[in-house]
């Protein structure tokens, strides 16, 4: 187990709505992602952070925003939730091993 | 542009035999592999992993080939178990980039009894 935590596990909202998503870690690692998984498409980087208050944006970071304010924690933002946000969405780490990313067990968000 | 491609949405094979996960990439920049698995309501975990600077690794049952000038890897579960059934995605990086990974769509393995 890779000490992830993501909060919620599943959520319903309203489109319009502001969503915030929460991936905490115990392992004092560098890195964190936040991918979303859609059939058809595998895991789409949303954004990625290399440190405290160092983040970029990854292939599908429309729509999302992040705030990293601690090593510990990686917030993602939808700040006008729209129906084709609905995803599960991935936290992930790495640390010492070259490359390899650890993930949470995933949030499922529902936009209706 | 998707740069890593898994052509087979699904794989049946029967308990006891070979399973092979196939997997492609467009982008010569990439220079390490990954193998992920993942269950259903659970996260994918780390499977198995290769350098471009080789071109095959072994964990246990499993094997992950590499032929660069295919651009092309592949993963070989021998023996398959029926608890091996789960979504397989390939995943590649630029060493130098940070540790971005680029994931493919998936491949539903079944292993049937």
């Known amino acids: 187990d890779a000490g992830i935590t993501q909060s919620p596990r599943h959520k319903v909202t309203e489109t319009g709505t502001p969503v915030t998503l929460r991936c905490h870690q115990t392992e004092n690692h560098r890195y964190m992602y936040w991918y979303r998984q859609d059939p058809g498409h595998g895991l789409r980087l949303i954004h990625y952070?290399?440190?405290?208050?160092?983040?970029d944006k990854g292939e599908v970071s429309d729509g999302y925003s992040v705030s990293r304010s601690k090593t510990e924690d990686f917030l993602l933002t939808l700040e006008s939730a729209t129906s084709s946000q609905t995803s599960v969405y991935f936290c992930?780490?790495?640390?010492?091993?070259?490359?390899?990313?650890?993930f949470g067990a995933g949030t499922r968000l529902s936009v209706l | 542009d998707q740069q890593v491609k898994q052509n087979s949405p699904s794989l049946s094979v029967q308990e006891g035999r070979i399973s092979i996960l196939n997997c492609d990439y467009t982008n010569s920049m990439f220079d390490y592999f990954l193998w992920y698995k993942k269950y259903p309501a659970e996260g994918p975990t780390f499977l198995i992993s290769?350098?471009?600077?080789?071109d095959k690794n072994e964990d246990g049952r499993f094997t992950v080939f590499l032929n660069k000038s295919a651009k092309h890897l592949s993963l070989h579960i021998v023996p398959s178990q029926p608890g091996d059934s789960a979504v397989y995605f390939c995943a590649a990086s630029v060493e130098t980039s940070g540790s971005r990974l680029t994931f493919g769509e998936g491949t539903q393995l079944t292993v049937n009894p």
């Open positions: 992930a780490i790495s640390g010492t091993a070259k490359n390899i990313q650890y």
């Open positions: 290769i350098s471009s600077i080789k």
């Open positions: 952070s290399y440190g405290v208050k160092d983040t």
